[in-house]
């Protein structure tokens, strides 16, 4: 029987998660980018999926909006919390497939922004390194 070898962290397994340095992202192979993005208007607005004029519209139509155009799978009315979409994969929609850069990072959302320091276990990195 052939033992199943993990190398990095395991997303789903926070206590494999190493904790993180600055270094550790140039050779990752972005498996943060996997996890759900939440964003609130703000990120949208920075990103240029809503324009300024939308900010009095109910957030519940922004939502709507959205998710018929492809961008928010879910939304979340009383934290008024939109969730991004992620491609078949799990990546997320902004996540280059060949260099696993973020295609929007100047303009990349608040979680984004500041993970790891926000997130299921802040301070550490769902690590996994470039083969």
């Known amino acids: 029987m052939s033992k199943l070898l993990i190398v990095g962290a395991d997303l789903d397994r926070t206590d494999t998660w190493i904790k993180y340095e600055r270094t550790m992202c140039g050779s990752c192979v972005s498996s943060c980018c996997t996890m759900p993005v939440e964003v609130r208007f703000n990120d949208l607005l920075r990103i240029g999926l809503?324009?300024?004029f939308e900010r009095n519209e109910p957030r519940k139509n922004i939502a709507k909006r959205l998710q018929k155009e492809g961008?928010?799978?879910?939304?979340n009315?009383?934290?008024?919390?939109?969730?991004?979409?992620?491609?078949?994969?799990?990546?997320?929609?902004?996540?280059?497939?060949?260099?696993?850069?973020?295609?929007?990072?100047?303009?990349?959302p608040e979680t984004c922004r500041n993970h790891p320091k926000i997130g299921p276990r802040p301070g550490f990195c769902a690590f996994k390194p470039k083969l």
């Open 77 to 108: 009315q009383k934290q008024e919390i939109f969730t991004l979409v992620r491609m078949a994969n799990n990546d997320c929609l902004y996540l280059d497939r060949k260099s696993r850069l973020c295609t929007i990072y100047e303009l990349r």
């Open 71 to 75: 961008i928010v799978e879910r939304y």
């Open 50 to 52: 809503v324009q300024e």
